[in-house]
């Protein structure tokens, strides 16, 4: 099966196609800090053969976090604890990845206010969020990349920039939160400023060798807001400074969105297609055999298992051996698996 088979992301190979999506576990005290449940909640799932593991959206700064108990990497005494899970994860073979987020107008906290590129509100429920100025623009920016160092040093193989789900980066992206009329503001070129900028300081500090994954989401589904066609011209935009894009959808305003297995798959295909790059597909795929087609199919390089892999921390090893697929099975495990 070719979702078995190994994938080379950048200078790092991957032992399959099969991806863990970075999900808030919500787990960790107020200071950001990791864990033993982090601990425990990754290296099982390394044990259990996934190829490709990112760890949840942890904060840039404080106020980057989506809560207060969110992982963080704005300090580096966030490093220790992340090290910790980086090689639990590489003993079991897996390689392993942090995406950096800025939660912006979505930080629900109490350690500071909630920051956006405009002054507007999630829904009518959220506070409104403060405008950032251009010197507040800049500090983010120096934050990523500094949030990119630890990452490093924590021995992460590769990294994420969260710019999906309504978050900051994709609060700028789209003309529904993003009314500057500055230079950050207006056409496709400008909204997407503040994320080339972020990927350009991130370049400077990151190794060569260990890939950028960018995380997106290509639909608002809200008029006037972000469609395929406008998420194609931004990732043109900075594609030279990524090596692969996770497809998602949604996440910047309420909306109603048709959900269904596979729903985001073809949002992976065409940008895989049009932007000539990698893609990971997400979005409810819940067994092998729905990754199998994304993969053979050319949908997709790498498919990301997200609520099942909560279910079943050994999918992976289950379905090779319900498949006949030879794989190096935990040699603990082994006489359960011949």
């Known amino acids: 099966m070719n979702i078995f088979s190994n ?7 991957l032992k399959n196609r099969i991806v863990m999506p970075p999900m808030c576990m919500y787990s960790a005290d107020t200071d950001g800090k990791a864990n033993e449940f982090h601990y425990t909640h990754y290296i099982t799932r390394a044990i259990g053969g996934v190829g490709f593991i990112i760890v949840e959206a942890s904060g840039i700064t404080e106020n980057g976090r989506i809560s207060d108990n969110d992982l963080g990497i704005w300090n580096d ?5 992340l090290k910790n899970i980086v090689d639990g994860v590489k003993k079991y ?3 392993i990845a942090i995406q950096l987020n800025h939660a912006g107008r979505k930080y629900t906290g109490n350690f500071s206010e909630a920051v956006a590129p405009s002054k507007i509100g999630f829904d009518e429920a959220s506070l409104l969020p403060r405008e950032l100025t251009m010197n507040d623009i800049k500090q983010i920016i120096t934050k990523f990349k500094e949030a990119a160092q630890r990452a490093d040093k924590a021995g992460f193989d590769a990294i994420e920039i969260h710019g999906a789900h309504g978050y900051l980066i994709h609060q700028f992206l789209s003309p529904l939160s993003n009314l500057r009329t500055d230079e950050y503001g207006g056409n496709v070129k400008n909204r997407t400023k503040f994320l080339k900028e972020i990927l350009h300081a991130i370049k400077e500090v990151w190794p060569e060798n260990k890939a950028i994954s960018l995380r997106v989401s290509s639909d608002d589904y809200t008029a006037g807001g972000i469609t ?4 194609v011209e931004i990732i043109n935009e900075v594609k030279k400074y990524i090596d692969i894009v996770h497809v998602s959808t949604g996440g910047l305003v309420p909306a109603k969105i048709a959900v269904y297995p596979g729903y985001q798959v073809n949002y992976s295909n065409e940008i895989r297609k049009k932007c000539n790059i990698p893609t990971i597909a997400v979005g409810l795929i819940t067994d092998l055999n729905m990754g199998e087609e994304i993969i053979s199919n050319k949908r997709a390089d790498l498919v ?3 609520r099942e892999l909560l279910r079943n921390p050994y999918l992976v090893l289950n379905e090779a051996r319900e498949k006949h697929v030879e794989i190096d099975y935990p040699k603990q495990y082994l006489r359960s698996f011949n």
Request: aromatic content about 10%.
């Open 228 to 231: 395929l066609d406008d998420m």
């Open 7 to 13: 994938y080379d992301l950048k200078n790092t190979t």
């Open 304 to 306: 990301a298992i997200g």
């Open 77 to 81: 005494y966030h490093i220790e604890g």
């Open 93 to 95: 073979g897996s390689k």
